[in-house]
């Protein structure tokens, strides 16, 4: 039955990719735009024009030149990206990891404080600290993140000078070999104590901007679904029984109000990496969303795609993945 | 529903009336008396007020350089100080309530129409059109929004109307979805098999019966995205792929002024709290309005 749950989703997942393989292309093939002409620069003779159209097989018919990508997709090949002439793969292979590291440390802060956060103000509710985090987790989701970034950089490194400004590392010190392409991990592998440092003060601030938003969207979730379990009879019974207050409060009830915020922590996960475009642009992080920035500004219509396919491929994944978890956690889920 | 049944006229009546139908006035008052609600109304009220009547009561022309009057504090003379090219900020600030405020509401409604449409006949006609749709709103819901929207942008050229564009079409799927649900749910009602009975059309009833019986959900989502979108707008502006300078947008603003948050802070700052004030006030309605609406919601 479970297996047979996990292979329908994986099915409807190959046909949700499919389809955002032909939006993509669709969406980047009929456009007004020409790519050639922006890379061969306007004042290119028409001859150089017909001949970098042909090199990238955009001479072909729109249906011959999809079905070329797709073979190419099943094989790992991404294209070749017109901008820098490396393959698509390789490129995001090289940017990836620093957008999953930021994003993963977003989310660890994002559960570490919004987590005892929500079960705290659960406790609590419509007390002093509940109205504050509710006002809190309020500015969390209204507050441009652009603005957030730029105030925290002006404060914790220009005023203040305790953390450390754009980038992934000083300027000054050696970056580590590159194995994972996660800053934080290499410099461990490296055994180098002062870079793994370095590393570490530069992730803070673009973590807890990346993180902000989804901290209140924790607290929220993790405070309604606590406030309907502490309701439950089987909490007023632990009670009664005479549990302690803790046991009740982290044992019974929040084991019970975990689903819910599991499936928030999944679906945020996903729009994290997407949504660190505006982050990395402004920490000047080397990761997936400034490469994607950077092929939309020069029309690099295979980067473009993708950086979309990959984004949309992470998402799905997780996806079903915290449908599965979500299928494991509450015993009660059919499937 | 009734174990016993009514007479018919009293029945009619219930149907006529509704179990908790109110007026819009009674809705109003109801609005008002929960705080946040009222706070988060008014606030949506004046901010609507200022893009409509902003661009008359601005002191000065938006566009206007002075460059005599570079970065000046504000004062008495110039409320909210001026940016690097002399713009007066607050005659900025008032032209930009318009474009954020009618770019978040024409998103959300083109969203609320595209989704409205697909989720409502999904979910009543069910069958092929059912997995059809859903399909297609998985592969919208799946596609990273702002890179799309981006994407977009670009190959149309960056430009307001274009980032509109692209943020509607990323944002239609989540109502598709809201709708259809919502809908699954009241076609199961009594009213919808008597309506059906009685010979009503399919799109009478949907129109009649299914709309006004499942849209409350939507209003709330809407109210909450307004919000959202006009973030997303000032952030696909900020980075460049939406209004260009130099529009008065406040994403706009604040990306201009950002070399100056240390030295003179107005400049990026206030149009970052107009956007905040904005945001946040749509956020406070929608969040009232859920309350009132969503009896089952947990305040």
Known sequence: MFLQFVARRLMLMLLVLFGITLITFVVSHVVPA?????????????????????????????????????????????????HDDRPVATDIATYFPATFELAMAAMVIAIVLGLPIGVIVATRKDKLVDHMARALSLTGVSLPVFFLALLLLAVFYVKLGVLPGPGELSPYTQPPPRVTGMMLVDTLLAGDLPAFQDAFSHLVLPAFVLGFATTGIIVRMTRSSMIEALRQDFVRTARAKGVGRYRVVVVHALRNAMIPTVTVIGLAFGSLLSGAVLTETIFSWPGLGRYATESVVTLDIPAIMGVTIVAAFTYSVVNLVVDVAYALLDPRITY | MASTPLPITQEADLLREGAGAVTWLEGVRRLLTNPTAAVGSILVGFWILIAIAGPLAAPQNPYMQHLDARLTPPSALQWLGTDSLGRDILSRLLY????????????????????????????????????????????????????????????????LTNALIAVAVTWWPTYARL?????????????????????????????????????????????????????????????????????????????????????????????????????????????????????????
Not at chain 1, 64 to 78: A, I, K, T
Not at chain 2, 127 to 137: A, H, I, S
């Open chain 2, 179 to 299: 709708i259809r649900g919502q809908t699954l749910a009241v076609k199961e009602n009594q009213y919808v098999e008597a309506a059906c009975a009685l010979g009503m059309g399919k799109i009478g009833i949907i129109a009649r019966h299914i709309l006004p019986n499942a849209f409350a959900p939507v209003l709330v989502q809407a109210t909450l995205d307004v919000g959202a979108v006009i973030l997303t707008l000032a952030g696909l502006s900020f980075i460049g792929f939406g209004a260009q300078p130099p529009t008065p947008e406040w994403g706009v603003m604040v990306s201009d002024g950002r070399s100056f948050l240390q030295t003179q802070w107005w400049v990026p700052t206030l149009p970052a709290l107009a956007i905040l004030s904005l945001v946040l006030a749509c956020n406070l309605a929608g969040d009232g309005l859920r309350d009132l609406l969503d009896p089952r919601s947990e305040r």
């Open chain 1, 34 to 82: 020409d790519p050639v002409a922006a890379y061969v620069g306007s004042q290119a003779p028409q001859g150089v024009v017909e001949k970098v159209r042909h090199e990238y097989g955009l001479d072909q018919p729109l249906p011959e030149q999809y079905l070329v990508y797709l073979g190419g997709l099943l094989r790992g090949d991404l294209g070749t990206s017109i």
């Open chain 2, 96 to 159: 930009g309530a318009r474009l954020s405020i009618s770019g978040g509401f024409a998103v959300v409604a083109a969203a609320v129409v595209i989704g409205t449409l697909a989720g409502v006949t999904a979910g009543f006609f069910g069958g092929v059109w059912d997995d059809l749709v859903m399909r297609v709103t998985d592969m919208f819901l799946a596609f990273p929004s702002l890179i799309l929207a981006m994407a977009i942008a670009a190959v149309l050229h960056p430009s």
